[in-house]
């Protein structure tokens, strides 16, 4: 069959964020015309249109969080400011023209597989009938509240960074702080300044790699502009940086971890004189265990005469503030929730049924799990981006992105072609893709200790144990040994017992 006799499916793209807007350029590119991608919000740019918190910015260097094929030269900071990088999205979606084919302010209520086609309802009422849909939902979109006695009873300004009230003034406030995470820690380092008080609760305390920040000069950028090539050598030599370094370092220990190890170490004992003060922020996990925090302002701002650190556990949130363990009120005028997000949702709430019924919650009652992190059993033609096992790592998920939408565009090729009649892998080898994810746990960082959103409700690292040259080569080629070979009306479940769970 020729690429011109080849079928031309119909594709549905859940979110345009920077997966999204991918995803809708590289199906465009592939010679796939009838693309609709639905988008909640107002306006592309996911998790940077939602995440305007003081401070915000990315913990990966500006020129490596970049699509590949088109870098920007006006990046500002070398960790890039929120706004930079919301910017840089709703450039390339204009550029490529993917604003023309995304429906604003049109969520994804329900999602049905049926007779090999999928059914969508969505929050404006509106009824779309696909040959596939492609779920770039996103990993960290939906806040985490703590579960505190008394959260709703608090008489004062409380917010999630996430939903971040810019009416409430700070200067001058009494501010309380719940976590110490990477968004925490951005905060704190931004809102201490202004800030009367600022008291930083503290649960678990955090490791903390000192990487200095620069700007860019108009002669830094200038010898950018207009030069792919400069521009890509740039993105590479700093990818080649974090590979080799911290995300060899997590993954296979040795005198890699060792090194970050000792660096993180030194720059605690260097920056924090106080003994006291330091042991409080001393973890007691592996380095790595939790995903590093990259800041050179952190330990500055939590020494500043005006903050307070305090690790004696909230017992209870009332009117006036907060109340901690040892019976202490600690009265506040804002309360701030950087209390992280549901990673483990993914494209939930929706409404999503497969193959005879089956529902993503039946499907993930035992755990959440995919195949090669994109392909669920029992959901043909449906493919979710950075799903689990995704090698998040303090590494681009620009990159992440990309490669697994390489990924996808050739088991959609292979469906054009007839020779698969429908994209959907077996229960089988879902099962031995998890049992090799767990088999290369044991040499990294993230079995070291802690509890953080890495891990799923077992406990278990939901991450890729392996380097990244390995998932590189990896996801380079589907094995179509792997994909279920009939049309879905012949495919049998292979675990009957799960629907009903």
């Not at 609709?36 to 996911?46: Q, S």
């Not at 698969?420 to 994810?437: G, H, I």
Request: hydrophobic share 35%.
């Amino acid at each position: 069959m020729t690429k011109n006799s080849a079928r031309n499916p119909s594709v549905v793209v859940i979110g345009a964020g920077m997966t999204g807007i991918l995803m809708a350029i590289k199906l465009r590119e592939a010679g796939i015309s009838d693309v609709t991608v639905l988008e909640k919000a107002d306006k592309v740019g996911g998790t940077w249109r939602e995440n305007t918190y003081p401070g915000v910015a990315c913990d990966i260097p500006a020129h490596m969080y970049t699509y590949s094929f088109k870098g920007n030269p006006e990046w500002q900071h070398r960790f890039a400011h929120g706004d930079e990088i919301q910017a840089y999205f709703e450039k390339i979606s204009a550029d490529y023209g993917v604003e023309e084919q995304v429906r604003f302010n049109e969520s994804v209520d329900a999602c049905h597989y049926r007779g090999g086609k999928w059914y969508l309802s969505t929050s404006r009422g509106n009824e779309l009938v696909a040959d596939f849909v492609i779920a770039a939902t996103g990993i960290l979109h939906h806040p985490a509240y703590p579960d505190i006695q008394g959260l709703d009873s608090f008489q004062g300004a409380m917010f999630h960074t996430a939903r971040w009230d810019h009416n409430v003034d700070l200067a001058g406030k009494r501010v309380g702080i719940i976590g110490t995470g990477s968004t925490a820690a951005q905060v704190i380092s931004e809102i201490s300044k202004t800030a009367g008080s600022l008291t930083i609760f503290q649960r678990t305390p955090q490791w903390i790699l000192n990487t200095p920040d620069k700007d860019y000069s108009e002669r830094e950028k200038a010898r950018l502009r207009g030069n792919q090539g400069r521009m890509d050598k740039l993105r590479q030599r700093y990818a080649w940086l974090i590979r080799n370094t911290f995300t060899e370092a997590v993954s296979s220990g040795g005198w890699r971890h060792a090194l970050l190890s000792w660096q993180v170490k030194r720059n605690l004992r260097k920056s924090v004189r106080d003994p006291e003060l330091r042991a409080k922020l001393t973890p007691d996990y592996k380095v790595g265990c939790k995903r590093l925090i990259v800041s050179s302002t952190f330990y500055e701002a939590v020494q500043r005469p005006n903050v307070q650190l305090e690790t004696a556990g909230i017992e209870r949130i009332c009117e006036q503030g907060v109340v901690t363990g040892d019976g202490a009120l600690h009265d506040l005028d804002v309360l701030v929730l950087a209390t992280g997000f549901h990673p483990f949702n993914f494209m939930r709430p929706m409404d999503l049924t497969g193959r005879d019924g089956l529902s993503i919650d039946q499907a993930w009652s035992r755990k959440v799990q995919a195949y090669r992190s994109v392909c669920v059993p029992g959901f043909p033609n449906f493919f979710l981006m950075l799903g689990p096992n995704s090698p998040v790592g303090n590494y681009s998920v620009i990159a992440m992105s990309e490669v697994q939408g390489n990924y996808v565009l050739k088991l959609i090729e292979q469906w054009r072609n007839n020779r698969l009649q429908a994209v959907e892998a077996t229960e089988q080898a879902k099962v031995r893709f998890n049992d090799y994810m767990k088999q290369g746990m044991g040499s990294t960082a993230w079995v070291g200790g802690c509890q953080s959103w890495y891990l799923d409700a077992d406990g278990e690292p939901a991450l890729w144990p392996y380097s990244w040259n390995q998932w590189t080569k990896e996801m380079a080629e589907p094995d179509l040994a792997d994909f279920h070979r009939g049309t879905p009306a012949e495919i049998v479940p292979s675990e009957p017992a799960e629907k009903a769970a």
